[in-house]
């Protein structure tokens, strides 16, 4: 999985499937979204991909995407956001919902 920052952040999203983890170091439910997001990552093929914001690290882009509690589970597609999920996911529902776009 791609650790996003600031810069890289918007050609990573621009084309394709892409999630992206919003989490910290200091988040108990943000290490138990990881292992399930980084098994994820390696069953995905094609242009569906996985990546993450720490957000002490990138303030800004929290602050862009209104992350108000983590883990923060943003859903873009072509560059364009459609969908947010609040709280640990199960890999079952993330590959549902990544079918869905």
Known sequence: MEELTNQTFDAAIASGLTLVDFWATWCGPCRM???ILEELSRELSGNKKIAKVNVDQERDLALKFGIQSIPTILVFQEGRL???LVGVRM???LKQI???Y
Do not use: A, I
Request: proline share 8%; no cysteine; glycine share 0%.
């Open 82 to 84: 459609v969908d947010r």
């Open 33 to 35: 979204q990881t292992p």
């Open 98 to 100: 990544m079918n869905e």
């Open 91 to 93: 890999k079952d529902e």
